[in-house]
């Protein structure tokens, strides 16, 4: 009551819990336990958390805390890691059917972490967790799940972090009391369905969409349809005024609208059952692209709903819908894949589905939690999230629990043990497809942080992060390689292709590539005078004796300093 009263007092509340738990209250054991573990409310203290957690395993049996143990033994947080411990204790927390246990064995047998690699174990696992997530889930397919990757926003890589700024939004907010329809239509959306940094709000989207419904905005009335068909705390289901505002919507050829009235039809809410009229309603959303539409057609030829049965046209309407990112697009896949319903049955294509749709389970918020306590400076909390999604199978997660531990700015893991750690991290994100992660581990084995040098391993490394994902800096590392003659035989020739091929992939390599280029220029002019053997003119001179190991650096310095100095002056106004 405390928690949920309009000025909440979450200390008080959580000494309440903890009262209720040393009175072996398990919800409240569970609550303070956790508590502990992330430094939320209580001060972060992974002794206290441990102790809790096994007071809970061992006479309560309770899977949760059975979890949180087996999180961390495999983490070694607050213990020495023991795999073979924290495999136990996840096996018994899944058996006991605990979300999160589950997908993490799930994601073990589908990568093959300390567990024999098996898809079908993996199906089994994940295929539950799918179910919570779809049973959980509305037609609007749930909140988004905002994923940032912490090494992409300070190196600022690609597009922004999706985060909307609070002088926007307060900026969005100025012109929507002034009457601007649209963007009181978009701040009704972002609070309906929440991400981009703004939480879900119910009450506030309900204000700006019957602000911009007012002014006959076709879209603001079809959202305003789908909360009093769905109902919840802010607006009573309401069959009747969802027909109203859908049909509105409709009249004005507004997609979701059409596709509003094609769920009343469908299920009979408001008016009779009309399976020709659904379908009607659905193809007109689905034509003009939007993603319910596609989905509702996609049920209806799966399950042959006043149509004949078409498990094709099925996957082609739930592959338009999954394309646009509907999770329940996704689930149904999966199911199909799975059983080689309407396709051949594949095990790994299901798999993939499922862990998609696990990933978006209401657990992902943590990851916004998460990036708040980074944002704030509590980098040991934000690292424990983090670690947890990782174990969950998240790759975000994964890279960013190895930036964290990559420059060591937490302490609750020895300073000793922090390359290692960031290196399994970094490998397992690089198994997902992240290349920075496959670059970053060329580079532990180039430089030997976390093990040891092997340049070998390195150069592949960096080849399938160019070949597979077209990696410049990968390529620029490869150049290097081939040029210095690094875990593979030295070719200036390949040199030169690979240095080439970064700067046409990235702009932002074009400077560096062009050092290089000048610098293999020079070197290889030089071993062509000293093959012409003009030893009167030029005797043999050894680079690596005369200017040390690192000389090609000082030609990098000399020419970067030359290539200033010209930009310079051609900068300087003349006369």
């Not at 659905?282 to 034509?287: E, I, K, P, Q, Y």
């Not at 390529?475 to 290097?480: E, I, S, T, V």
């Not at 650096?553 to 020419?559: G, I, P, S």
Request: charged share 20%; hydrophobic share 40%; with cysteine.
């Amino acid at each position: 009551m405390i928690l949920n009263s309009t000025k909440p007092d979450k200390r008080r509340a959580y000494d309440l819990f903890k009262q209720a738990a040393e009175l072996k209250h398990l919800e409240a054991g569970k609550i303070v336990g956790q508590a502990y573990f992330f430094g939320d409310i209580f001060a972060q203290n992974l002794t206290a958390s441990r102790i809790w957690f096994e007071k809970l395993a061992k006479e309560r049996g309770s899977p949760f805390a059975q979890m949180h143990l087996g999180l961390m033994y495999a983490a070694g947080l607050g213990v020495v890691p023991n795999l073979a411990k924290a495999i136990v204790y996840y096996t018994f927390a899944a058996l006991g059917g605990d979300t999160w246990a589950q997908m993490i064995m799930g994601y073990r047998h589908w990568a093959g972490l300390g567990l024999v690699q098996n898809c079908e174990s993996a199906l089994t696992y994940y295929r539950k967790v799918a179910k919570r997530v779809e049973e959980e889930l509305s037609t609007s397919g749930g909140s988004v799940i905002q994923r940032i990757r912490l090494y992409d926003e300070l190196e600022n890589i690609g597009a922004s972090t999706g985060i909307l700024d609070d002088d926007l939004i307060q900026y969005y907010q100025f012109l929507a009391d002034k009457g601007d329809v649209q963007a009181q239509v978009g701040l009704g959306q972002l609070h309906y369905q929440g991400g981009r940094g703004v939480e879900q709000d119910h009450a506030r989207a309900l204000n700006y969409f019957m602000q911009a419904a007012d002014a006959g905005n076709a879209n603001a009335m079809a959202f305003l349809g789908k909360m009093y068909l769905e109902g919840g705390s802010v607006v009573k289901q309401n069959n009747e005024t969802a027909l109203k505002y859908f049909t509105m919507a409709a009249e004005k050829n507004n997609p979701v609208g059409q596709s509003g009235l094609g769920l009343m039809h469908l299920h009979g809410k408001g008016v009779p059952k009309d399976y020709n009229k659904a379908f009607k309603y659905f193809s007109l959303a689905a034509n003009q692209g939007w993603v319910d539409g596609q989905l509702q057609l996609g049920n209806m030829y799966y399950s042959g709903l006043g149509i004949q049965r078409d498990y094709k046209m099925a996957i082609k309407y739930y592959t338009m819908a999954s394309q646009s990112g509907h999770v329940l697009a996704f689930y149904s896949l999966a199911q199909m894949h799975a059983t080689g319903t309407g396709t051949v049955r594949s095990c790994t294509t299901a798999v993939e589905l499922f862990k998609n749709v696990a990933e978006r389970g209401r657990w992902g918020e943590n990851l916004m939690q998460a990036y708040g306590d980074y944002k704030e400076g509590r980098i040991n909390e934000a690292l424990v999230k983090y670690i947890l999604l990782a174990e969950l199978g998240y790759e975000v997660a994964q890279s960013n629990a190895a930036f964290l531990l990559d420059r060591a700015d937490v302490d609750i893991i020895p300073k000793n043990e922090t390359y290692y750690r960031a290196l399994m991290y970094w490998s397992r994100a690089a198994g997902q497809g992240y290349s920075v992660a496959r670059v970053k581990v060329g580079d532990y084995h180039y430089y030997g942080y976390g093990t040891e040098v092997d340049y070998e391993m390195a150069a592949n490394q960096y080849r399938m992060a160019s070949e597979q994902q077209h990696n410049a800096q990968a390529m620029f590392n490869l150049g290097y390689m081939h040029e210095q003659g690094l875990g593979m035989k030295r070719d200036i020739h390949l040199a030169k292709r690979y240095y080439d091929m970064a700067a046409e992939t990235s702009s932002d390599a074009q400077v560096p590539v062009a050092l290089a280029l000048a610098k293999l220029g020079f070197v290889y002019s030089l071993q062509n005078i000293q093959e012409l053997n003009f030893d009167a003119l030029l005797p043999n001179v050894n680079l690596n004796k005369t200017l040390g190991p690192d000389w090609d650096l000082y030609v990098m310095t000399t020419l970067a300093m030359l290539l200033g100095i010209v930009v310079y002056f051609r900068r300087v106004p003349q006369g």
